[in-house]
């Protein structure tokens, strides 16, 4: 099976600018969340999606959302990004949300 | 609180066993993970234990659980270089549910 993929893999944006990434899960996973990197604050939980719903939600201004399709691909918007905003953006799925994540490769925000 | 702990650095001679350290924060978590992160890339899952288990052993890794002391514990057997790494402990919140919370992570070094 493949594993999760992200795209792009790198991006580039200034201050303002708003930016959309793509998640595609594991075959057959439900459950996608989506977790930011940063050297400052660590890891730390975004949001979750099952079933074309937000099941969880963590501690980020509503300039950050999400969405879920039928085929379980989720995306992540990014309004008026902010330096701050630059981080690795992670995407993880597992099957029903009860069980393991995989994680994808990545997606490096790089805000000018 | 929700802060997951781990020690920043490990270094150890190649051949050695190396043992990292995390203490987690909520005594009803119900999986507790270890993930590796490799120079620019995502996450990948080491390996996982339940919280009514108190070892796993899977290959080279060992897992040991102290729940009254909320201290898990991963120990990489004979490391290698391509262990050198960073590796995160994180606790899935009870009930289950996919908002994994994270340690710091431990940069483990591993020298010739």
């Known amino acids: 099976k493949a594993g999760v993929t992200q795209t792009p893999r790198y991006l580039i944006k200034t201050r303002g600018q708003q930016v959309t990434l793509s998640c595609s899960p594991i075959s057959g996973h439900r459950s996608v969340s989506w977790y930011q990197q940063t050297p400052g604050q660590g890891l730390q939980f975004l949001f979750e999606y099952f079933s074309e719903t937000q099941r969880n939600k963590g501690n980020f201004p509503g300039r950050f959302s999400g969405r879920q399709f039928s085929n379980s691909r989720s995306e992540m918007n990014v309004s008026t990004l902010e330096l701050g905003d630059s981080a690795l953006y992670l995407c993880a799925s597992s099957l029903l949300g009860q069980e393991t994540q995989y994680f994808g490769p990545g997606t490096r925000l790089l805000v000018l | ?112």
């Open chain 2, 1 to 112: 609180g929700e802060d997951v702990e781990q020690s920043l650095f490990l270094s150890v001679r190649e051949g050695d066993s190396s043992v990292i350290n995390c203490t987690y924060t909520d005594s009803s978590s119900t999986y507790l993970y270890w993930y590796k992160q490799e120079p620019g890339a995502g996450l990948q899952l080491l390996t996982y234990i339940f919280s009514n288990m108190d070892m796993k052993q899977d290959q080279r890794l060992t897992v040991l659980l102290n729940k009254k002391d909320k201290h898990l514990s991963l120990r990489i057997a004979d490391t290698q270089t391509g262990d050198s790494a960073i590796y995160f402990c994180a606790e899935a919140p009870p009930g289950g549910g996919n908002k994994l919370t994270f340690g710091t992570g431990t940069q483990l070094k591993v020298e010739l």
